[in-house]
């Protein structure tokens, strides 16, 4: 008996990943997360050619960036460079946390002694409420309908914090995973 549970289980976990294997096939989309800090101006932009990227959504609330080495993220700048590569720029600001979000994850932070440079992950307060106040009032299933149906393949999303988990695009990331689609950390 034992050991037709285990053959059961193998089965039930191959035709799972089986079903997903070729569901994100058919979907024939492909999602990456990007961040911004410590790479250079090429590297960044050679990051997204090199991986195809036709769709760059930009979540931040705030786009104006003060740091002279990543002005090239500023959204005075940011678009047109991306318009010259032939990559499409959204600015998905419902997908940003708001300051009260935000605030949550700084006094987290603080309580920890580090500073937003130094997390390593997204506290839990934070990720509670982006779930509830922003990933469950966003259509994210109709959003990828509409890439899908401009025939866009290789979609980007960026905010800048280097680290992938102590960054609300980690929480996008898993939405989409979610729906059945591959997601890749670039930078």
Known sequence: MKNYIVFFRILLFLRSTLLSNIFAKIQNMKFFTIGLWDYSETEYFNRLVDNNIEVFCD????TDIKNEIYKFADTEELPYKLQELGIKYIHLSDLAPSKEIRNLQKTADIKAGITKEQRTELCSEFKNAYQREILDNFDLRKFINQLKGN???NIAIFCVEKNLNACHRS????????????????L
């Open 151 to 153: 025939k866009f393949k």
């Open 59 to 62: 979540t931040r609330q705030n």
């Open 171 to 186: 929480l996008i990331g898993l939405e989409i995973k979610r729906l059945g689609y591959t997601v890749e950390h670039i």
